[in-house]
């Protein structure tokens, strides 16, 4: 069954940088793309771009590009989404879902906290 | 606008019909795609595309269109239905969710 397995929880300081993992499980990696999707506190959901497994090309929401980068390593099935630079509210449960139109299977999402 | 509009809080009572709406400009050129999301849990695709349900989504859930505005009905909601629900659409520049509806059932 397809399985997306996401890292743990980060404390970060402002400024700081956070690189989350998705491990996929249960499909042939290589021809999805992966969804990176946020969610703060008490808020709604937030798409943050997706990335091409097959050729590695991504398309990042506007209000994240220059801090956002996406990335893939189809030898271990696993997604990437390292975010820099950040700030007080980017404390979020953060996303990986398969496919990039209506994807259709999610981590389990994965708590960044940033904080001073 | 590029934006998505639902409203925020929605009611039904136990076995009624419920319709959840997504307005926006973009739902003129593409098709929504609805999420239920429960407290503490990741988001489950519910609805896709003109009106496809994923395997394992009861047929209680169905959706249409009608203009700018994409619709998710729940036919004889259930308390199990209680739950935020979002839809997003592609945009010029990627894909907007809507600001989401609590479904209250009754």
């Known amino acids: 069954q397809v399985q997306l397995v996401q890292s743990g929880p980060e404390v970060k300081k402002p400024g700081a940088s956070v690189k989350v993992s998705c491990k996929a499980s249960g499909y042939n990696f290589n021809t999805y793309s992966m969804t990176w999707v946020r969610q703060a506190p008490g808020q709604g959901l937030e798409w943050m771009g997706w990335i091409s497994a097959y050729n590695g090309n991504a398309k990042y929401a506007l209000k994240f590009q220059g801090r956002v980068t996406m990335t893939t390593d189809t030898s271990t099935k696993t997604a990437y989404m390292e975010l820099r630079s950040l700030r007080n509210d980017d404390t979020a449960v953060y996303y990986c879902a398969r496919g990039g139109d209506s994807p259709d299977y999610w981590g389990q999402g994965t708590l960044v906290t940033v904080s001073s | 606008s590029s934006e998505l509009t639902q409203d925020p809080v929605v009611s039904v009572a136990l076995g009624q019909t419920v319709r959840i709406t997504c307005r926006g400009d973009?739902?003129?050129?593409?098709?929504a795609t609805w999420y239920q999301q429960k407290p503490g849990q990741a988001p489950v695709l519910v609805l896709y595309?003109?009106?496809n349900r994923p395997s394992g989504i009861p047929d209680r859930f169905s959706g249409s269109y009608s203009g700018d505005t994409a619709s998710l009905t729940i036919s004889g909601a259930q308390a199990e239905d209680e739950a935020d629900y979002y839809c997003d659409s592609r945009d010029s520049s990627g894909t907007r969710f809507g600001g989401g509806t609590r479904l209250t059932v009754l």
């Open positions: 595309g003109q009106n």
């Open positions: 973009t739902l003129r050129s593409y098709f």
